[in-house]
């Protein structure tokens, strides 16, 4: 993906999980990080606030969340060690509606036995949601981790699975 970097900056839109920060380096969204989220950077590292940055991402996440949009097509640029790129690169492949567990996540990047660093890597995507890492359950399915909160991952997984879902926040 050819995106143009340059300063930081962010902005905070609403949503039925809370307040969610989008920080755009450039063109590109590099964060997006949930309130009280494990692995946040601290704010000041988010630039300067500006209130209408990143509007196709905030529509599209608007358009999610309505139910409307299964997949995110806005520029994205991820900084991380090149397992971790490897993983959030796999994340993207899991459907909307789907799950897969850490060690086919482990399997899918060649890594067979490397759940546990799929689940690390997972744990500090820096763009949740967009890069699907609520995707990701235990072996036998159930909610493992989450750094945005096991309540969050459940809204999630039940509103792409078209279950009721009522707002958390």
Known sequence: MNVSLG?????VVDSPL?????????????GLYMTDQRHR???????????RLLGA??????QY???ERTVFDVPVA????????AVWTALCDIPYGESTSYGELAVRVGRPGAARAVGL????????????????VGSGGGLTGYGGGLGRKRYLLDLERHAAVAPLF
Do not use: K, M, Y
Not at 18 to 30: H, K, P, Q, R, Y
Not at 57 to 62: H, I, R, S
């Open 18 to 30: 809370g307040e969610l920060i989008l920080v755009a380096e450039g063109d590109a969204l590099v």
């Open 78 to 85: 991820l900084t991380g060690t090149p397992f971790q790129r």
């Open 57 to 62: 991402v905030a529509e599209q996440l608007t």
């Open 121 to 136: 890597a997972n744990g500090r995507n820096p763009v949740g949601i967009i890069v699907p890492c609520h995707r990701v």
């Open 7 to 11: 300063a930081r900056a962010h902005t």
């Open 65 to 67: 969340f309505a139910g």
């Open 41 to 51: 950077p601290p704010v000041e590292s988010f630039g300067r606030r500006e209130g």
